[in-house]
């Protein structure tokens, strides 16, 4: 059995030296060097126990923090974006070609009418129930709680007289009862934190408490009593799902909540200290007395006893509060010029910032809007990096909310006559593609290069690389057609220049302004001389119809 204690040996130390006792590894070990605050709960325990007062906590920083603002600013601007989430409709059809072959082939009519509904309907009239926000401002404000609060809730609601037979009603978190936990008697089904799922653990029903007129009048969470069961189909929970049976989410900031609120008092009280050490102030004091006790400064501690009577404890107590000093005498003047901030301030806000930026999972550079250490490399790779978790939060934004919402719209416009479809085929209608928003190039002329090289060679098409930058290709293209037809109708010739510039001379004419960065500026450079001499050699061919052979250098 020697094989089972060599396998099981890293999770047990050796016994000599030891005293003979056995550790356990480190992770699990509790001493006196484990923290006395690292308390282990499972993630419905710590949603019970502690969601309500995150959320409270992320909104005050919403508030008060700057950071914390900045990041809520930063995730309106690159989920939904400015323009929220460009619709285009995917619809697609079989056809018999003239060579009798049956192709798939978009079926123009039905994507039309579908993407003018979309349009229609995002208007703030058709979309909302308060008819104040249209898709991309509603979308705004929904990435916004989701960041914030941990999760939104959107219900659709069926109305008569809209114009589309529904609209949506956003709702807060804490409209969905989250000390709800028990059993539906009706059905058995349970009901987690105002969730209630089947045996499956797929949601079915959201438990809303009722609101009251005085939570809408006065702004405090007072409910009336008594819950509204909503069936979950009319029911949109964005949400970042972190286990398998979590039904409630919790607010992105709380990684980060405790720094940002420590960091930003720290620097309320740098504030203050250097405002003290400007004014250069000071106090008196009397000369020394022979009695030591007469030097404390300050009321003298008091407390009760039993019979209401107050009596001094002896003990003296010393108020102090930022900006202000105690009158200790008038005779002898002692300047207080504190010496600060140090020359550590810099890095000790530099390391906090950069650690709960960690957290959020966004750039340092943006958030403290800090760009002294930023350099083309640095701000490349890390672009690249958040722009990717950006895309990420993108698709839970579109699968738990867009996709859903416009599956209801779909359906409630076709019944409602708006959307000229028939209801038969709206499996076949319901194929939507939401686009979201993409990012500015750091260096668009080599980016656009390396596009055209992936084209010209087919690892790609321009259909997936303007859909990578956040474009719809058919509206490229009817936009192209337009102005080529426009600009045959007034005379002028458009010419499309597919010569490839000399980038790399024009790198060296704008490194010759810089400062020499060494080794890895020459290395970068001949590897763009490299990758310019490729792509000139493509054009070339390219030109001369050898479109199909490679490049060598």
Known sequence: MGWLKEIFSPYRSSEKGN??????????????????????????????????????????LEKTNDFAERFLAEFEGNVPGPNGFTFQSCVRELQQQPDKKWKWVDD?????????????????????????????????????????????????????DAK???????????????????????????????????????PVAYWFRKESTSSELWGAI???GGHDRIEAQYIDHLFYQKYPNQTRGISLLVQSMVRMKRLSDYENAVLINAEISAKKMGFFSDKLPEDPQEMLVGTKQTETDAQGNEYETGDQVMKVEAGSFEDIGAKEFH???PDFPTAQHKDFFTTTAKTFSAGLIAPYSSLTNDLGEATYSSERSGKMTINEMWKLRQMRFVNRFSMPSFSTFLQFGILAGAVNLPMS????????????????????????????????????????????????IEEINAELAKEQQDAEAAGIKLKFNLEVPQAAALDEQEEEKKPADGAAKKKEREEDELITLALELLMKKRRNGHTHEKATV
């Open 108 to 160: 123009t009519v039905a994507n039309n009418k579908i993407e003018e509904a979309v349009r229609e309907f995002s208007l703030a009239q058709n979309y909302t129930v308060t008819g104040q926000f249209t898709r991309a401002e509603a979308e705004t404000l929904i990435a916004r709680m989701w960041a914030r609060d941990g999760e939104v809730f959107v219900r659709k609601v069926p109305m008569a």
């Open 425 to 472: 085929k709206i499996e076949k209608f319901n194929k939507p593609f939401f686009i979201g928003r993409r990012w500015g190039l750091i260096d668009p002329l080599k980016d656009v290069m390396a596009d055209a090289l992936r084209v010209e060679y087919g690892f790609t098409t321009r259909t997936q690389i303007l859909a990578e930058n956040g474009y719809d």
């Open 222 to 224: 007072l409910y009336a």
């Open 164 to 202: 589309f037979g529904m609209k949506l009603q956003i709702l807060e978190a804490e409209r969905c009862d989250e000390m709800l936990n028990t059993v539906n008697k009706e059905n058995g089904n349970i009901i987690k934190m105002g969730v209630e799922i089947d045996k499956w653990r797929r």
């Open 335 to 337: 300047q207080f010029a």
């Open 19 to 60: 005293g003979g006792k056995r550790r356990s590894i480190a992770q699990i070990a509790t001493n006196r060097l484990t923290p006395s605050d690292w308390r282990t709960l499972t993630p419905l325990e710590q949603l019970l126990t502690s969601n309500y007062v995150i959320r409270e906590r992320a909104r005050d």
